[in-house]
């Protein structure tokens, strides 16, 4: 039963009562009677009915077909004419106002209810129609395609603007002509397509245009995508055809930037040097960039310089190579501004920026584009490019170029990962090999020259030795050495607490001395036997059962100075010349840490091997089962006020499936995204603060993990690891 509200105008006030009865006795709501068209128009007005049903005569001065005009032109609601009289002169001026339905007095409640029923019906009809047209001719007028279209044969009958750019010709120009004339197109590097508008007319569908070169009337080329189609009219017969056709000319030069970039991605998780790099990050930034010279410089710690290699416009190394100083007064360019800022500079004219520093005088370099190389917030790097031209780089060009700088740093932060897990395994090796040694032999000088020659090795140290405690003697004997000078100092005698080693062994404290000239407690008397020089010492003490019994010693680091890592590397060492007992475990750390090492690597290398984020989310997953076992694991990414699930593994009855969102309010999300800190509860029960702590009781899970995910600083989402345990 419709609902529908109904306005009366009817003067006879018996004849209105009659007709409000018969409409509400077929479940209309009748909101109001009137009985003269000034009433009709103001109740109409404030009430907005769904119909109005109007007599013809009404008394006053404005009779029905005025009233009705009015509400049809103004308000849109549809009338239904009731009259006794049906003279032609009365309805030829009804017909004038478009009614949706007429009764002739007397009528039958059948015949009002279905006139009543089929004018809603139409009204709906008529205002989707109405509707439609709007959003149509909108649509047309803010498009932004080209579009031509064409009569039966294949020519030209119209173009809008877009179109009229894009060919060069002018619709006055075009009008009448063949397709082909006009719109010239070829199919990637091939020759001249058909008239794509009689293929259309010809196999009555439509064809797709993508991959094509469109030459415009002047012999310019620009990609384009779009399809032709045929025109048919309501009987079926096709009267002509439309091509729709957009320029995609810049969306051609992004997917050939993106697809090197991938491509360079590809390459760099295999490279784990920074030459090779440099290089490969540099001609792939000749292909994105048109420029003169490019460069990529990294930060050196130790000397607090900017390493920078330099590359042409084809991309090709050149042997220029600068150190720039980062810190003092003689840190000018605009690279080291970069590295020191950790901001994108683009300067438009070099000329006019006291920054610039030239590489080459004679090259007149007027703009500049560099860019910071960054793993997290620590700079490690820029990448440069120059022009001859003024104000050559974009901002698009700065995306670019910090999207190839973002993908060199996560290679380069790889690498040294890489070459420090290599260089970690092959000192748990060497330790453990020590540990083998030491424990498969009863030679105790043979072990004390095994422990001297890896300590050469490891620390790269020009010299080592093993200086033990002779109760007996109060002094120090130096048990064995390795490296330069190693015969004059075996089997040599020292006070206990002369020189550093002596300090060591009294003391049984670490000593780590980057220059002995400036350290009192160092004993020159072996440089002054052997002719060799002492830079630096880094010695540590021999301890076992809480008794120092001896000290290591490593002088003058090859490369650099001694640091805290070398420290640690020789305390190691220390260790399993002192005790089996120490030597086992020692050996067990090795081969986990040996083990999560690699697996984060492999992670590394796995979510630096694809863009596609199903990829990413798998590799995680996958890899965090090798390293933490779970129940179930979810991926959620932050979106406004809610979180969606990205990502779901492992038991997932408690865990929203994906594509769900939820609200972040008083969620543990929230907590660990408004900290930027993981959540770690390990009872559930104990600590039931969230929401939805009391689910996930109820689902078995007795504690969870929650780690923020960060990009460049920022939490973007959650990963969240939750167990029965």
């Known amino acids: 039963m419709t609902s529908a509200q109904i306005l009366v105008v009817e003067d006879q006030s018996i004849a209105a009562l009659d007709v409000k009865k018969r409409l509400e006795s077929?479940?209309?709501?009748?909101?109001?009677?009137?009985?003269?068209?000034?009433?009709?128009?103001?109740?109409a007005t404030e009430l907005r009915p769904d119909l109005v049903l109007m007599d013809i005569r009404l008394r006053g001065e404005m009779d029905g077909v005025e009233a009705a005009e009015w509400i049809g032109a103004h308000l849109d609601i549809p009338v239904v004419y009731l009259t006794a009289y049906a003279d032609e002169a009365t309805l030829q001026r009804a017909k004038i106002t478009e009614p949706f339905g007429y009764l002739l007095k007397p009528f039958e409640e059948r015949t009002l209810h279905s006139?009543?029923?089929?004018?809603?019906?139409?009204?709906?009809?008529?205002?989707?129609?109405?509707?439609?047209?709007?959003?149509?001719?909108?649509t047309l007028k803010s498009i932004g395609d080209a579009v031509i279209a064409t009569d039966p044969q294949g020519c030209v009958r119209s173009m809008n603007p877009i179109a009229e750019a894009l060919t060069g010709w002018k619709l006055e120009d075009a009008l009448g002509m063949d397709l082909p004339d006009v719109f010239q197109v070829r199919e990637g590097i091939g020759s001249p397509t058909e008239n794509l508008a009689r293929k259309a007319l010809k196999d009555g569908a439509v064809l797709d245009i993508t991959n094509h070169v469109l030459i415009a009337r002047e012999g310019t080329e620009v990609f384009i995508d779009g399809n032709?189609?045929?025109?048919?009219?309501?009987?079926g017969r096709i009267t002509g055809a439309v091509l729709v056709f957009r320029d995609v000319t810049e969306r051609v030069r992004l997917e050939e930037c993106l697809q090197t970039i991938y491509q360079l991605g590809r390459e760099l998780t295999l490279l784990h040097d920074e030459t090779s790099i440099t290089r490969r990050v540099l001609g792939a930034v000749a292909k994105v960039l048109r420029f003169e010279r490019a460069s990529c410089g990294l930060v050196d710690e130790a000397t607090r310089e900017l390493d920078c290699r330099y590359c042409g416009s084809d991309g090709k190394p050149e042997a220029t190579r600068m150190r720039l100083p980062l810190d003092g007064s003689g840190a000018k360019s605009i690279g080291v501004a970069v590295a020191r800022g950790g901001r994108a500079i683009n300067v438009p004219d070099t000329r006019q920026d006291v920054r610039y520093v030239p590489i080459l005088p004679e090259l007149p370099v007027c703009s500049q584009l560099c860019v910071p190389?960054?793993?997290?917030?620590?700079?490690?790097?820029?990448?440069?490019?120059?022009?001859?031209?003024?104000n050559r780089f974009s901002s698009d060009d700065e995306q670019l170029l910090q999207t190839l700088a973002d993908q060199a740093a996560v290679a380069l932060e790889n690498a040294r990962l890489y070459n420090q897990i290599r260089q970690r395994i092959g000192e748990l090796t060497a330790l453990n090999k020590v540990s083998e040694a030491i424990t498969g032999t009863l030679d105790w000088q043979k072990t004390l020259t095994i422990i001297t020659d890896y300590t050469v090795r490891l620390l790269g140290a020009a010299a080592a030795s093993?200086?033990?405690?002779?109760?007996?003697k109060g002094d120090l004997w130096f048990a064995a050495a390795s490296g330069k000078a190693s015969r004059v100092v075996q089997d040599s005698r020292l006070a206990l607490g002369q020189g550093l080693v002596g300090w060591v062994a009294q003391h049984g404290e670490p000593a780590l001395i980057p220059d002995v000239r400036e350290d009192p407690r160092f004993f020159a008397h072996f440089d002054d036997e052997t002719g060799f020089t002492t830079h630096s010492i880094l010695c540590v003490p021999l301890q076992t059962k809480g008794q120092t019994i001896g000290a290591i010693e490593a002088m003058n680091k090859e490369i650099g100075t001694f640091n805290q890592e070398d420290l640690r590397l020789l305390s190691s060492l220390a260790a399993p010349a002192a005790t089996a007992i120490e030597n086992a475990r020692l050996h067990a750390?090795?081969?986990?840490?040996?083990?999560?090492?690699?697996?984060?690597?492999?992670?590394?290398?796995?979510?630096?091997?694809?863009?596609?984020?199903?990829?990413?989310?798998?590799?995680?997953?996958?890899?965090?089962?090798?390293?933490?076992?779970?129940?179930?694991?979810?991926?959620?990414?932050?979106?406004g006020d809610e979180v969606q699930v990205a990502y779901v593994a492992g038991e997932s009855?408690?865990?929203?499936?994906?594509?769900?969102?939820?609200?972040?309010?008083?969620?543990?999300?929230?907590?660990?995204?408004?900290?930027?800190?993981?959540?770690?509860?390990?009872n559930i029960a104990a600590d039931t603060r969230f929401p939805g702590d009391e689910q996930l009781l109820a689902s078995g899970v007795q504690s969870e993990m929650i780690i923020p995910l960060r990009v460049k600083g920022r939490v973007i989402g959650t990963w969240n690891i939750s167990s029965r345990q």
């Open 26 to 43: 077929s479940g209309y709501t009748v909101v109001a009677l009137a009985s003269s068209g000034e009433e009709a128009i103001r109740k």
């Open 115 to 138: 006139t009543v029923e089929m004018a809603l019906y139409r009204h709906k009809m008529e205002r989707r129609v109405k509707e439609s047209e709007r959003w149509l001719a909108t």
């Open 228 to 235: 032709a189609a045929p025109i048919e009219d309501e009987r």
């Open 373 to 390: 190389i960054k793993a997290g917030e620590r700079v490690i790097g820029v990448l440069c490019a120059e022009s001859l031209e003024p």
């Open 466 to 472: 093993v200086a033990l405690r002779d109760e007996a």
């Open 589 to 639: 750390e090795t081969e986990q840490r040996a083990t999560q090492l690699a697996v984060l690597h492999e992670l590394d290398r796995a979510i630096s091997a694809s863009l596609r984020i199903d990829d990413v989310y798998y590799a995680y997953v996958h890899h965090a089962a090798r390293l933490l076992p779970y129940d179930r694991l979810s991926i959620n990414l932050l979106m």
């Open 653 to 682: 009855d408690a865990v929203p499936p994906v594509g769900t969102k939820i609200s972040r309010k008083a969620s543990n999300i929230n907590w660990v995204a408004a900290r930027g800190q993981p959540l770690l509860r390990h």
